[in-house]
């Protein structure tokens, strides 16, 4: 156990994350990326006080996910512990996996005249999406092969045997495209199409579509499955750093690797992994880890979101909004309650609006130690850092 905060003991850590900020130029605005337009003061001031650099989240030959590069900012490498995106996730919903267990991702998405129209089904409700996992489960679920509802649109399947090596695309990376090109393939390909083609027609008349329709809002005509695999474990961050403490997300994902991680992660009221998530319960839960146990990883959906539905201005206010009601407010109380500290402020990988899904490439990240006062100098925190990029897990564990 680490010696109380604020008492001679460790200074506090906390790792801030806006996801898939990084984008390339803007021609619309003058050659200009999301993070060089947007109103971020505090994260130029941590880099103008501090220090910043460009990171590597991604390992050479693996799939630039939200997956593998928030494994790399909690200081993990992902090529050691990677298993699959769905294994964390359940783990962010407290499932315990069998050994035979494969979890896969199952997202409710719009499918129309043979195209993805939209990968979360107009970012439908939590609790529309609960009803509708539910009548897929009535029908579907049986011995072995579980549906359990998420968030939004984001869900999960368990299937016990199931294919584990299937190539799968997530349907976020194939917007607008004809789905019938990026069909299951592999193992078990045709079980996998069949469960979704299944889904198709328990959906279609189903009431929760018939209000969307009504509404004028995207049907969640079916389920797509991707991003599976067996459970993972990860070496705890009591015995790797000697911290405790908590993560702040609205997504299974991020939470599940805090478990994993041995830290807290609780659901946070109002926490929807979009714009209108819950700024103000995200701060008050970080700050209350930080002043307890001395760490916090705050992990912010929204700007992936708007690079995935390809909304420049929505991205740029998402990028403004992770810095004035998440960053600005957490470096503030750290001031102010006068105790050692570390802030980091980072992304994860680029999501440009102009391809909708996600790009490897190096992205910005930026840290101070305080108490230092409040700056008014400005660094740069966007993808225009020079430098050889650093790899994220080794800084990570550094700054740790």
């Known amino acids: 156990m680490s010696e109380p905060v604020g008492s001679g003991g460790r200074r506090r850590v906390a790792i801030l994350v806006g996801d898939g900020m990084g984008d390339f130029p803007l021609p619309a605005h003058g050659g200009l990326t999301p993070l060089?337009?947007?109103?971020?003061?505090?994260?130029?001031?941590?880099?103008g006080a501090g220090r910043?650099?460009?990171?590597?989240?991604?390992?050479?030959?693996?799939?630039?996910?939200?997956?593998?590069?928030?494994?790399?900012?909690?200081?993990?490498?992902?090529?050691a512990c990677y298993t699959g995106r769905a294994p964390i996730e359940a783990a962010g919903r407290g499932i315990e996996l069998h050994p035979d267990d494969?979890?896969?991702?199952?997202?409710?998405?719009?499918?129309?005249?043979?195209?993805?129209?939209?990968?979360?089904?107009?970012?439908?409700?939590?609790?529309?999406?609960?009803?509708?996992?539910?009548?897929?489960?009535?029908?579907?679920?049986?011995?072995?092969l579980r549906f359990v509802a998420g968030v939004s649109y984001r869900h999960l399947l368990i299937w016990r045997s199931g294919p584990s090596r299937a190539r799968l695309r997530p349907p976020h990376d194939i917007a607008g495209e004809p789905v019938a090109d990026h069909a299951p393939t592999g193992e078990r390909a045709e079980e996998i199409q069949a469960l979704m083609e299944r889904s198709r027609t328990i959906l279609?008349?189903?009431?929760?579509?018939?209000?969307?329709?009504?509404?004028?809002?995207?049907?969640?005509?079916q389920i797509w499955l991707w991003g599976q695999g067996k459970r993972m474990t990860l070496p705890a961050y009591p015995d790797l750093f000697g911290r405790h403490g908590g993560v702040v997300s609205a997504v299974d994902l991020v939470k599940g690797i805090g478990r994993l991680a041995g830290l807290e992660a609780p659901d946070i009221p109002g926490a929807t992994g979009f714009l209108d998530t819950n700024y103000e319960g995200k701060v008050a839960t970080a700050l209350s880890f930080?002043?307890?146990?001395?760490?916090?990883f705050v992990h912010y959906e929204a700007p992936d979101e708007c690079g995935h539905l390809g909304d420049t201005d929505l991205k740029i206010q998402a990028c403004a909004w992770f810095d004035a009601r998440i960053v600005g407010p957490i470096w503030r109380a750290l001031?102010?309650?006068?105790?050692?500290?570390?802030?980091?402020?980072?992304?994860?990988?680029?999501?440009p609006c102009s391809v909708r899904g996600?790009?490897?490439g190096a992205v910005p990240i930026a840290w101070v130690d305080g108490p230092c006062g409040r700056t008014e100098r400005e660094g740069r925190f966007d993808e225009s850092i020079g430098g050889d990029p650093i790899a994220a897990c080794d800084l990570i564990r550094t700054l740790l």
Do not use: W
């Not at 060089?36 to 880099?47: E, K, L, S, T, W």
């Not at 279609?204 to 005509?221: F, K, L, M, S, V």
């Open 290 to 296: 930080l002043r307890a146990s001395g760490f916090a």
């Open 335 to 351: 001031e102010e309650d006068g105790v050692p500290y570390r802030l980091v402020v980072t992304t994860d990988h680029l999501t």
């Open 52 to 79: 910043s650099a460009r990171i590597r989240t991604v390992p050479e030959g693996m799939e630039p996910g939200s997956d593998v590069a928030n494994l790399s900012l909690f200081g993990y490498n992902p090529a």
């Open 204 to 221: 279609a008349d189903h009431p929760i579509n018939e209000a969307r329709r009504a509404a004028g809002q995207p049907e969640a005509t």
């Open 358 to 360: 996600h790009v490897g």
């Open 36 to 47: 060089q337009v947007a109103q971020m003061p505090n994260c130029r001031r941590i880099a």
């Open 102 to 144: 494969v979890a896969f991702r199952c997202n409710l998405v719009t499918v129309r005249d043979g195209r993805m129209l939209d990968y979360s089904a107009g970012h439908i409700s939590t609790a529309e999406a609960a009803t509708l996992i539910a009548s897929l489960q009535a029908v579907l679920g049986r011995d072995g």
